[in-house]
């Protein structure tokens, strides 16, 4: 059948510049994963590009062999020399490369821990693979089982449910103290990135509308343009505070924009009606003394970060559990590869033993002139008996599960002393089709 082979690098391994070189951009992925599966000794190979991580997993024909293809393959294909690229790269064989997919999968692997997107990737690079028929029953039973993995780990666990980066950290903390967005209205001050993006969070969970106000009005007016929000003048801030339930705020001002004083003015306009402030400058732009005001709540950078520590505190209690999940999925995908390993050889061994068991019978037979229902029964029922036990302690040795040979490498000497003709490869297994959302492009 065959061992599982994964090569690669990634964000740990290599820095920025050497994963750019080793990058299989989307509209090149056929023709590199073409070029995989042609080389000797390689039977199937996926191929995962992403901006952290590039790795070639294949169903290579001997481990060792299968490895140095690889990296032989990549070096090839992206002109890097292979002395140099071989410090970058690690591998996984059988049962290690196994663990390490789910591992990928299901985010644990990742620059931050519990990302969703690496799913979204993994699943592309296995589309990819079933539309340039590169795969086969074997990577095609890994890969879904990996996607499985990902979603119990998913299903089971907290690792992804708590945000860890400060964009997230905004909105999570936005419905704790506000609840439902649906009729809340967001106000952004200034035209900081981490603001931006914690506003198109903010309006993807529901807030109902957005203001858009920045010292330049014509940048307001892009960026309300963006969010289809109502660009606000500077100068007029004052006047149109009273209409936002949630405040972001990055401007970049010396001094403070809101003082307590102004913020008291709005909430008595306002009648109470609470007010978030998600302050996001340095220097500061809200005065921390609002923070003393009924109904007033203000959190500035520090805070957030904060709240990313303690979330990714938990996402890494969180993982443990995940990889308790990951080591029994291993150990029943590991139970599978053995069967597709050591069946055939039985079968073969079978096979083999039951030619030779009738042809002897049928010399026994004429040997004995015996026609008659009876003795024919009686020499085969012998032969098969005899055939039984013979066969008996090297198929239960194949079975059995030992800290010694691998299956590998017991189908190995099996065949050798037994004088089994190779594996039949089999013809090329279909292309499995696409679930919905595995197209698209690889390392978005």
Known sequence: MGQIVIVGLNHRSAPVEVRERLAFPAD?????????????????????????????????????????????????????????????????????????????????????????????????????????????????????????????????????NSAVSVSYAAVELAKKILGDLSDKTVMLIGAGEMCELAARHLLSAGAKGILVTNRTFERAVRLAEEFDGTPVRFDELPVHLKRADIILSSTGAPHFILKREDVEEVLRIRRNRPMFFIDMAVPRDIDPDANQIDNVYVYDIDDLNNVIETNLEERQREAAKAEEIVVAEVAMFRRWLESQQVTPTIVSLRKKFEEIKQAEVEKALSALGAQDPKTKKVVESLASSILNKVLHAPIASLKRESDGLSPTEKVAVVREIFDLPEEESGEPAEAPERAPGQGGRIGQ
């Open 28 to 160: 090149t992925i056929g023709h590199a994963l073409r070029g995989l599966v042609d080389r000797d000794g390689i039977g199937e190979g996926v191929i995962v590009s992403t901006c952290n991580r590039v790795e070639v997993c294949v169903l290579a024909s001997e481990g060792y062999k299968g490895t140095q293809s690889v990296k032989e393959f990549l070096s090839a294909y992206h002109g890097m020399p292979l002395a140099e690229l071989a410090t970058y790269l690690y591998h996984h064989t059988e049962e290690e490369a196994v663990r390490h997919l789910f591992r990928v999968s299901s985010s644990l692997d990742s620059m931050v821990l519990g990302e969703p997107q690496i799913l979204g990737q993994v699943k592309d690079a296995y589309g990819y693979a079933c539309e340039f028929q590169s795969i086969g029953p074997v990577l095609d039973k890994f890969f879904t089982k990996a996607f499985s993995v990902a979603k119990r780990v998913r299903t089971e666990t907290r690792v992804a």
